[in-house]
């Protein structure tokens, strides 16, 4: 703890200020190394007095463990975890983001009604910690109807086929079919276009729907280079007002 010291504006013989206490635990919480900081005071014989300060060092994440019954490989739920990263510093404050990033997951891969419930098992030394997530994924989504209107009868029977119209709905499988979709109105020269998934649940539990793909192709330009004969007049209307 010796590079913290400096942080500890308190020195040998000084008269005792509860302020200067205050700073040094401010300087010291803004390390973010530590979880707890405590300062004591005791009274020696001499009338001297002794001030402590107990830090409680945060503990580094030894891994991230996943249990009940998850419906995706451990390597998937890590990657999508960034807020806790094996062997980062523990923060509490940050264990909801991190249940967030993994619900982000399900919906992604078609679990809407995943249960997460997380639990910190600490080392008995305190320096460690692993992370556990207890997981009941639910149902999958399942497609009832799928509906997709392309406002180009050229297209629309390609487009179409990007989206699996029965089976379990998979958003990421979607956003992959939405990505070819603008794909091809680029390559037939559309600028600007409007894709919409609309999804429809059927239940509570959201464990069926029906989904209606809009597709407004956008707006079709031609560019072509006319050669500058047809501008020299209006170059040299600007030459003569701007030099002249």
């Known amino acids: 703890l010796l590079p913290y010291r400096p942080l500890v504006v308190l020195r040998n ?35 001297l007095l002794d001030v402590l300060f107990i830090l409680q060092a945060k503990p580094r994440i030894r891994a991230l463990e996943f249990t009940g019954r998850p419906p995706l490989g451990a390597k998937d739920m890590r990657a999508a975890i960034y807020s806790l990263r094996q062997g980062k510093l523990f923060e509490e404050s940050l264990l909801p983001k991190a249940l967030e990033e993994l619900q ?11 249960q997460v419930s997380p639990r910190v098992l600490l080392d008995p030394k305190r320096s460690v910690c692993t992370i556990q997530f207890l997981i009941a994924p639910g149902r999958i989504a399942r497609i009832r109807r799928l509906q997709v209107d392309v406002d180009d009868p050229r ?16 958003p990421a499988e979607f956003a992959l079919g939405t990505e070819k979709a603008r794909r091809l109105l680029k390559k037939n ?3 600007f276009p409007d894709i919409k998934v609309q999804e429809d649940f059927l239940d509570a539990g959201r464990t069926a729907l029906d989904l209606t793909v809009t597709v407004v192709c956008g707006y079709r330009y031609h560019f072509a280079f006319l050669g500058m004969s047809s501008r020299m007049p209006l170059l040299a209307d600007v030459w003569e007002r701007q030099v002249v």
Request: no cysteine; charged share 30%.
């Open 155 to 170: 297209l629309s029977g390609t487009i179409r086929g990007y989206f699996r119209a029965q089976g379990a709905y998979i």
């Open 104 to 114: 982000s997951l399900f919906k992604s891969r078609g679990y809407f009604n995943a």
């Open 189 to 191: 020269l559309y600028h």
């Open 13 to 47: 013989g000084e008269k005792y200020r509860y302020r200067d206490v205050r700073r040094s635990i401010e300087n010291l919480n803004r390390t973010g190394v530590f979880a707890g900081i405590e300062a004591k005071v005791q009274v020696r014989r001499d009338g």
